[in-house]
């Protein structure tokens, strides 16, 4: 079974920068695709970034040029690099893996634990 183990999640100010990590155990990392969503309290979970194993990227309309999603395959590790953060980018940001998986949460097969940012304006 594959586990998922998420860190890099706190708290910041508006305009900072927050790195999130996400590694991966349990099932082929290099030809897997990996996400990340977040759900905001009272809200629900929306899409944020993905990379597919072909390292081709998809962004939100709402972090694009501000966030950036990547990936080393030598550590089976996907990242969130997030830039300029605003108080509405304060969510739980879960990481997720799967296979054909892109932009919605149910393409996807495995979830980490999810972690809490937030941005204080």
């Known amino acids: 079974q594959v586990q998922l183990v998420e860190s890099g999640g706190g708290l910041v100010q508006a305009g900072g920068s927050l790195r999130l990590s996400c590694a991966a155990s349990g099932r082929t990392f290099s030809r897997a695709d990996m996400g990340w969503f977040r759900q905001a309290p009272g809200k629900e979970r929306e899409f944020v970034a993905a990379?597919?194993?072909?390292?081709?990227?998809y962004y939100a309309d709402a972090v694009k040029g501000r966030f950036t999603i990547s990936r080393d395959n030598a550590k089976n590790t996907v990242y969130l690099q997030m830039n300029n953060l605003k108080p509405e980018d304060t969510a739980v940001y879960y990481c997720?893996?799967?296979?054909?998986?892109?932009?919605?949460?149910?393409?996807?097969?495995?979830w980490g634990q999810g972690t809490q940012v937030t941005v204080s304006s």
């Open positions: 997720a893996l799967g296979v054909g998986a892109q932009g919605s949460w149910n393409e996807y097969d495995s």
């Open positions: 990379i597919r194993w072909s390292s081709r990227t």
